[in-house]
Nanobody, 114 residues
């Protein structure tokens, strides 16, 4: 089992940037895939971006070119750099560590509003 803890959410204006962090309780090399998901009010949770233990990345079409997922293996931490934020990016963002099962964090709120 893996514990993950998110941080870095907040309130920003449209066009601004935020970086989310997800700290894992063990080496990222032992985790098949780390990912960021989000859930807006009244909507289902959706994939934002994933990165495998060999560095392969995948993004939702809605964030391609604006968001970047990366990892710091020394810190067991995965990041989500979010640029050019839009109001429709407002959601609770969850970190996921996929091993034999899914391990979720508690989520961090991102609000994009003028």
């Amino acid at each position: 089992q893996v514990r993950v803890v998110e941080s870095g959410g907040g309130l920003v204006q449209p066009g601004e940037s935020l970086r989310l962090s997800c700290a894992a309780s063990r080496s990222l090399f032992s985790i098949n895939t780390m990912g960021w998901y989000r859930q807006a009010p009244g909507k289902q949770r959706e994939l934002v971006a994933t990165i495998t233990n060999i560095g392969t990345t995948n993004y939702a079409d809605s964030v391609k070119g604006r968001f970047t997922i990366s990892r710091d293996n020394a810190k067991n931490t995965v990041y989500l750099q979010m640029n050019s934020l839009k109001p429709e990016d407002t959601a609770v963002y969850y970190c996921n560590a996929r091993t034999s099962g899914d391990n979720w964090g508690q989520g961090t709120q991102v609000t994009v509003s003028s």
